[in-house]
């Protein structure tokens, strides 16, 4: 199996622009997590998709972060407009179940997002 | 929120000793998962844990769920080069509810 894919790994842009990060999760799990990850907060999740459905997003940080599931097999992270603290290394993440045992989360390897 | 805390913030250690890491919480936890973090990766799991009391072993690794489901403890034996990495910690406390993780420790080892 592939794991998940994240693209871009690294992207830099300057304040104000529009950024979309994107992820492919592991053929067949019905959970996906945007997560990101600073040096002061560590890991945080944003957002966790069920079958493609939003269930919770009270971890995005501001109406200027959206995510969406069109399918099963791609998700998107947008941030319009960003803002230099939104820099961090944002973490897409899949899983069979949610809660249940033996099914743990997998990650991707994360996109480095540097907002100047 | 819940919170997991793992201390120290870093270790330092020679190749082929042992070390052993910890992560509390204030709160009771149903899971805990243990990943390590390399540079440029993701996290990747190592041990999930998933009854009170469970001692679970991959390779090198050693984790345990502690009895009070408070606790979890990770050890690593006659460490490599190639341990260098966060080890992350991870809770859960309930079917849906959010995978808390801790800030991490970051492990240096000296050939």
């Known amino acids: 199996d592939a794991g998940v894919i994240q693209s871009p790994r690294h992207e830099v842009t300057e304040m104000g622009q529009e950024v979309t990060l994107r992820c492919k999760p592991i053929?067949?799990?019905?959970?996906l997590f945007w997560y990101r990850q600073t040096m002061m907060r560590g890991l945080e999740l944003l957002i966790y998709f069920n079958n493609n459905v939003p269930i919770d997003d009270s971890g995005m940080p501001e109406d200027r972060f959206s995510a969406k599931m069109p399918n099963a097999s791609f998700s998107t992270l947008k941030i319009q407009p960003s803002e230099p603290r939104d820099s961090a290394v944002y973490f897409c993440?899949?899983?069979?179940?949610?809660?249940?045992?033996?099914?743990?989360?997998?990650f991707g390897d994360g996109t480095r997002l540097s907002i100047l | 929120g819940q919170q997991l805390n793992q201390s120290p913030q870093s270790m330092f250690i020679q190749e082929g000793e042992d070390v052993s890491m910890n992560c509390t919480s204030s709160?009771?936890?149903?899971?805990w998962l243990w990943y390590k973090q390399d540079p440029g990766e993701g996290p990747v799991l190592l041990i999930a844990?998933?009854?009170?009391?469970e001692l679970t072993s991959n390779g090198r690794l050693t984790a345990q769920f502690g009895i009070t489901r408070k606790d979890s403890f990770l050890n690593i034996s006659a460490s490599i080069p190639s341990d260098v990495g966060i080890y992350f910690c991870?809770?859960?406390?309930?079917?849906?509810?959010?995978?808390?993780f801790g800030k991490g420790i970051t492990l240096s080892v000296r050939p």
């Open positions: 844990l998933y009854k009170a009391g």
């Open positions: 053929s067949g799990h019905d959970y």
């Open positions: 993440a899949s899983s069979l179940g949610y809660g249940a045992s033996n099914q743990p989360q997998h």
């Open positions: 709160s009771i936890f149903n899971t």
């Open positions: 991870a809770g859960q406390s309930g079917a849906n509810s959010k995978l808390t």
